[in-house]
């Protein structure tokens, strides 16, 4: 199919246009990595809060963690289609200000929940608000030409980083003066960034280019066989999919690994971590652009999983420390892969579908999100115990491993989209006359 987002884009000679655009996506920017944030601020004191309210021991308090994070998901999962399919409706600016507003109220309910049940309420509410990723992406796509596309998703992928770096550490500072204190923290910013969006952000969807909602698909069984029907996003899919499967062992077994092999506590831990996620933000902020344009969105995606496959088995096999602090270095290098696949995936459908599509991945991910820590729990629960016949902490990497060489053989079947790789040509030539 042919991609005429380019003409949203507005025509060059437009007094401010191109301003307006870098505006816009500056403000998608900023509001998913205040989301980020804010879900980083609540990370450190969730648990304690969960303590407090149970007036329960840490292990029994690790049960309700669990169930926080699994409704989170299964929000996420349910309703980023939904929200994907509203916004090609009835446009992006609009859900995307009800999203905010929403976020914000979810943690105003948290800063106040005078129960567990309250609780489990606020982060199924933040579940639902944070499928606002699909709208968000959605709008950069509407308002960035597709070559530039991957770029434009780096810069999310670095806030996003950034975000989960920053947050915790600043809500365990906020939490030393109270532990409701980072929710009216994240609060405040919810609520500046939708003052914000309310004054400044312009529509990206014109009227002309917006599709009926239709339920079918504004599900995620229905989106997800949405993404069956087309090949290429059929692969995509997966490859993105595969990631994020990754994604859940390093979430759910790093710590623990790394304290049996090598003796790390929470310092080591964390400052591994912070690594992570500040390197794969400076590769997704600073080195996106020039890798695609070097490599090719198919090719780059190709590059990204096998370095990302090689870092997991570095981490799952590493017999020093100092060799999971490479896998990290690795992992965070290839950090592009993301972005790249999202630009395909972006490519290979028009305008009127993009809210739907990105929900569709969305869903993908949420979906993931409920998965992968349950088998990555229960390799490691194998693995590492007592009577394992083989004892290898290390195990649920090498099912890392695994996926992302999943996701490269769903790369390599990838045909690029015709408009795509036009668009491609073009700027290559336009860059190759200065």
């Keep these: 199919m042919t991609d005429p987002t ?84 009835f446009g992006r600016r609009p859900v995307l200000l009800l999203s905010l507003a929403g976020i914000g109220t979810n943690y105003l309910l948290l800063a106040w929940a005078p129960s567990l049940a309250w609780l489990m309420l606020g982060r199924c509410i933040a579940g639902a ?36 770096v920053i947050g915790p550490a600043v809500g365990g500072l906020l939490g030393a003066y109270g532990l409701r204190v980072p929710f009216l923290a994240a609060a405040v910013l919810a609520g500046c960034n939708l003052l914000y969006g309310a004054f400044v952000l312009p529509e990206s969807l014109p009227p002309s280019l917006r599709r009926r909602f239709d339920w079918k698909r504004a599900n995620p069984v229905g989106s997800l066989r949405a993404l069956t029907h087309n090949p290429n996003l059929g692969r995509l899919a997966i490859a993105w999919g595969c990631s994020w499967f990754a994604l859940g062992a390093l979430q759910t077994s790093f710590v623990l690994a790394n304290e049996i092999r090598f003796g790390w506590d929470t310092r080591h831990n964390g400052l591994a971590l912070a690594v992570a996620g500040l390197g794969s933000a400076l590769v997704q902020g600073l080195l996106v652009r020039r890798i695609i344009a070097a490599l090719s969105e198919r090719r780059a995606a190709m590059t990204g999983t096998v370095m990302t496959a090689t870092a997991y088995v570095l981490i799952a096999l590493a017999p ?115």
């Design 6 to 89: 380019p003409s949203l884009s507005g025509p060059p000679s437009r007094p401010g246009g191109r301003r307006r655009r870098s505006a816009s996506v500056g403000f998608i920017v900023v509001t998913l990595a205040i989301d980020a944030l804010g879900f980083g601020l609540v990370v450190p004191i969730m648990p304690l809060l969960i303590q407090q309210l149970a007036g329960s021991t840490p292990s029994e308090a690790s049960l309700w963690v669990g169930l926080t994070l699994t409704g989170f998901a299964v929000m996420q999962f349910a309703c980023a289609p939904i929200i994907g399919g509203l916004s090609d409706r």
């Design 320 to 434: 020093v420390s100092w060799v999971v602090i490479l896998g990290i270095l690795l992992q965070a290098a290839g950090a592009f892969t993301g972005p790249a696949v999202q630009g395909m995936v972006s490519a290979s459908v028009g305008p009127e579908r993009q809210g739907e599509t990105q929900g569709a991945l969305t869903s993908v991910q949420g979906l993931t999100a409920i998965i992968s820590p349950v088998v990555a729990g229960l390799v490691f629960a194998h693995f590492a115990g007592p009577d394992a016949m083989v004892r290898l902490p290390g195990a649920p990497f090498l099912v890392s491993a695994l996926a992302f060489l999943v996701a490269l053989v769903a790369v390599t079947g990838v045909r690029v989209p015709a408009a795509l790789a036009e668009e491609e040509t073009a700027a290559v030539g336009v860059e190759a006359d200065r």
């Design 129 to 164: 608000t944070a499928a606002n990723a699909s709208t968000a992406t959605a709008y950069i796509a509407d308002v960035t030409p597709p070559h530039k596309r991957a770029a434009s998703f780096g810069l999310v992928g670095a806030s996003f980083g950034l975000g989960f």
